[in-house]
Nanobody, 115 residues
Framework: VQLVESGGGMVQPGGSLRLSCAAPRSIFVVYAGNWYRQAPGKQRQLVASLSSVDRANYTDAVKGRFTISADNSRQTIYLQMDNLKPDDTAVYYC??????????WGQGTQVTVAS
């Protein structure tokens, strides 16, 4: 399964971006959808997750600023990022995970927050 990400780019502090992750079929009906990020020199970290029943969780650093969601067909997940900070600069990866048995990754999309 190939996950295709889009929506990254460069934005000033305080700005917004929306990332999209499209699957070839409605896998997020049963797979959890996750967004990870990896900054230079740091480990990849889980930023937000959305269960198949729409339960969302966020790492503390993004709570109140980021929102994860899925479209009605459960074929695409999104990460709305508001009030972006320089510390949010990273490559963002989409992940689909089925009970830690099967998972798929997107190719990554760069997000840069700078003035």
């Amino acid at each position: 399964v190939q996950l295709v990400e889009s929506g990254g780019g460069m934005v000033q502090p305080g700005g917004s971006l929306r990332l999209s992750c499209a699957a070839p079929r409605s896998i997020f009906v049963v797979y959890a959808g996750n967004w990870y990020r990896q900054a230079p020199g740091k480990q990849r970290q889980l930023v937000a997750s959305l269960s198949s029943v729409d339960r969302a969780n966020y790492t503390d650093a993004v709570k109140g600023r980021f929102t994860i969601s899925a479209d009605n067909s459960r074929q695409t997940i999104y990460l709305q990022m508001d009030n972006l900070k320089p510390d949010d600069t990273a490559v963002y990866y989409c992940n689909a995970n089925y009970q830690n048995i099967v998972q798929y990754w997107g190719q990554g999309t760069q997000v840069t927050v700078a003035s």
